[in-house]
């Protein structure tokens, strides 16, 4: 069954204790750059870009954040060490409904 990445989150988000605001506020953020970007299969992210949107004020939070969402499997995400081509993410959800289909 396929589902849009938001709903997806919220519905396994809430029965995971190890989800917090701060994950939901930057998963968020991360769905508006992503649809911004015609929701690609797997787009470059910019971490300042998505603190902004995500109200975190703290490197060390977003890092956190992100690393564990990609441990949780809530997204793929790739660090690029390349201040001018960004992170890479994509969604498992979706990368998965693309080869069903």
């Known amino acids: 069954m396929y589902l849009p990445p ?8 809430a029965k995971d ?14 769905i508006y750059y992503w649809q911004k970007q015609d929701c690609p299969g797997s787009f470059h992210v910019f971490a300042k870009e998505l603190m902004q949107l995500a109200k975190i004020s703290s490197c060390t939070t977003y890092h956190k954040c992100i690393r564990d969402l990609n441990a949780y499997g809530y997204l793929c995400y790739e660090a690029s060490f390349d201040r001018r081509i960004g992170s890479l993410i994509s969604f498992p959800s979706i990368t998965q409904n693309q080869r069903d289909e």
């Open 17 to 30: 204790p190890r989800i917090s605001v701060t994950h939901g506020g930057l998963y968020a953020a991360i």
């Open 6 to 13: 938001l709903s997806y989150f919220f519905e396994i988000a």
